[in-house]
């Protein structure tokens, strides 16, 4: 059995919400929903000042380390840090 990988998302694409009908990213932390392109491009939230793809990365290094580090998530905005123990403790 292959180690289970933890369903740790913190955003998701809307299809046909977006300017001229294209996708939309919704931010699972603030629940923010942004249509700019860019956003949904670079799987990013303004409003956490976060890309996805490195939340992702940081909550499977914690994973793998260990639980929590304040240390490492100092850089984080308190939300974000919320959001991020959850998933770990799923
Ligand atoms: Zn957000």
Redesign the pocket.
Known sequence: MSTPRPAIRSYEILEGTGAVGGQSIR?L????TSHNANDVHHRY?A??A?FHDEFTHLAVWLLRHGGDSDEFAAGLKPE?RDYLRQCLRR
């Open positions: 931010c932390v603030c629940r923010h939230c409003h956490c976060l974000v």
